[in-house]
C-alpha cells in the first residue's frame, strides 16, 4: 500500500491537490509559491534520483524550468561537498556531472533540431544509466522515455511569483514521490 497525499493546505507556500495513483502512474498538481517553493521541491526530489531516472521539465519561456534544475543539480553537488558553477546548456544542450558512481545529465532542448539530435547528443544512452534533468523534454517527441517523472509549470494569472506545476509519473519506481510531494505540501 503507497503513502496517500497529505490534504491541501500548508502556510501559503506549496499546496498539493488532486492525487492519483493508479498502479504505476502518479498525477499531481501544486502550487509552487516562489521561486524558492520551486527550489524547495527540486531539492526535496534530488535524493532519489537515481541511474535511468529521468526528470522532464515543461512549461513556457521564464516559466522555471531552470530554477528548478540548477536547484536540483545544485542539491546533488551538495551532498558530495561540492559547490560549483552550474553552466546554463542553452548552447550546448547538455551539460554533465560525474557524481558518486553515477553521471547527471541537464540537458536543455530548446534548440533540439529534432527528436533524431537526443541520439546523438548520447542523451537516449543517458536516459538508461544516468540521472537525467531534461529542459523542454517534449521536444524528445517520440525520444521520451516511457519512464520518466514529468514536471510542466505554468505561470499563474496575477500571481508573478507563483507557478500551477503538475508532476506526472510513468512507469515503476517512483514509489517515494508521495511522501515527498507530502512534505513539500
Ligand atoms: N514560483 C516560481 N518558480 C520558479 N521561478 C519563478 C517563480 N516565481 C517567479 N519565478 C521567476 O521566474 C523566472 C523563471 O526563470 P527560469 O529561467 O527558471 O525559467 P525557464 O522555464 O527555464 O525559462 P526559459 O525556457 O526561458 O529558459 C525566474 O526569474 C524566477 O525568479
Ligand atoms: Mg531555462
Redesign the pocket.
Known amino acids: 500500500m503507497r503513502a496517500a497525499l497529505a490534504p491541501a493546505g500548508g502556510p501559503g507556500r506549496t499546496t498539493a491537490s488532486n492525487a492519483r495513483q493508479n498502479g504505476h502512474e502518479l498525477d499531481s498538481t501544486l502550487t ?4 524558492a ?2 527550489e524547495a521541491l527540486a531539492r526535496a526530489i534530488a535524493p532519489h534520483l537515481g541511474p535511468g531516472d529521468m526528470v522532464g ?1 515543461s ?11 540548477r536547484a536540483l543539480v545544485a542539491a546533488r553537488l551538495a551532498a558530495l561537498g561540492r559547490a560549483e558553477d552550474i553552466p546554463s546548456p ?1 548552447y550546448t544542450l547538455v551539460q554533465t556531472y560525474e557524481l558518486d558512481g553515477v553521471e547527471l545529465w541537464h540537458a ?1 532542448l ?1 534548440r533540439l533540431a529534432s527528436p533524431a539530435e537526443a541520439g546523438e547528443l548520447g542523451l537516449e544512452d543517458a536516459f538508461a544509466t544516468a540521472i537525467t534533468v531534461v ?2 523534454a517534449e521536444r524528445l517527441g517520440a525520444a521520451l522515455p516511457a519512464r520518466r517523472l514529468m514536471l510542466s ?1 505554468e505561470l499563474v494569472p496575477g500571481a ?4 500551477r506545476a503538475r508532476l506526472s509519473a510513468e512507469g515503476p519506481g517512483w514509489d517515494w514521490l508521495p511522501a515527498v510531494l507530502a512534505e513539500a505540501a
Open positions: 509552487l509559491g516562489s521561486p517553493a520551486t521539465l512549461g513556457g519561456l521564464g516559466a522555471g524550468k531552470s530554477t528548478f534544475a542553452s536543455d530548446y529542459e523542454w509549470l508573478d511569483d507563483a507557478r
